[in-house]
């Protein structure tokens, strides 16, 4: 099964509003969680990642959220903007000998900001 | 920022055709890799590489996969045969160490007739 599952395929949300992204995960060996943003035809590019000692982290409008009891991460986009359309892509790896390549991805929730 | 390059963006080929899909990862970094995404899929790891060896490889690598990066030059993953289930985008990515930052290409649409 999905290791890793973005149940949301779309969200719409208005210009200025917050744009709340949701991942779950299975795996408990996971302790590196990522979010990656992908245009049409681009390459996925990383925006913000956590490992699993941290249940918070911001960095600008971004922030994510990790519940590791819960096996869930979100992102936060605060004031979205009609550029933060894009499919966003959630991500997750062991810490194996160091490693946070081998990473599983979700299947992308795409991100409409509406103006 | 860093650039992973992928070119062409589009390969058509017949099934039982060998294919080379070529990568230029970021110039300084030392691990590579590649992941498979089937239409309406996500992104699935394949292999990555250090050193000149495979590290790590998932139950999607089959035998007819190689990957090489011959003299420092373009990452490539061969297939050899070619299989209609081998139809993906393939994305190749990069970082500097094994703690770092993944750089990803564009992908490189496989079309297996």
């Known amino acids: 099964g999905q290791q890793v599952k973005q149940s949301s395929p779309s969200l719409t949300v208005q210009e200025g509003g917050i744009s709340i992204l949701n991942c779950d995960y299975e795996n408990d060996m996971f302790d590196y969680f990522a979010w990656y943003k992908k245009y049409p035809d681009n390459s996925p590019t990383l925006l913000i990642s956590v490992r699993s000692n941290v249940d918070k982290r911001e960095d600008g409008r971004l922030t994510v959220f990790l519940n590791k009891s819960g096996k869930h991460f979100s992102l936060h986009i605060t004031a979205s903007q009609p550029e933060d359309t894009a499919v966003y892509l959630c991500?997750?790896?062991?810490?194996?000998?160091?490693?946070?390549?081998?990473?599983?991805f979700g299947k992308g929730t795409k991100l409409s900001v509406k103006s | 920022g860093p650039k992973v390059l992928q070119i062409p963006s589009h390969q058509i080929i017949d099934m039982g055709q060998m294919v080379t899909l070529n990568c230029d990862p970021v110039s300084n970094h030392l691990y590579f890799y590649w992941y498979k995404q089937i239409l309406g899929q996500q992104m699935e790891f394949l292999v990555n590489?250090?050193?000149?060896?495979?590290?790590?490889k998932s139950k999607l690598f089959k035998d007819q996969f190689s990957v090489e990066r011959p003299d420092g030059s373009y990452f490539t993953l061969k297939i050899q045969p070619t299989a209609l289930e081998d139809s993906a985008v393939y994305f190749c990515?990069?970082?500097?160490?094994?703690?770092?930052?993944?750089?990803f290409g564009a992908g490189t649409r496989l079309s297996v007739l």
């Open positions: 991500a997750a790896g062991p810490n194996s000998g160091g490693s946070n390549a081998k990473l599983t």
């Open positions: 590489f250090y050193n000149g060896k495979v590290m790590e």
């Open positions: 990515a990069s970082s500097l160490n094994s703690q770092n930052t993944l750089y």
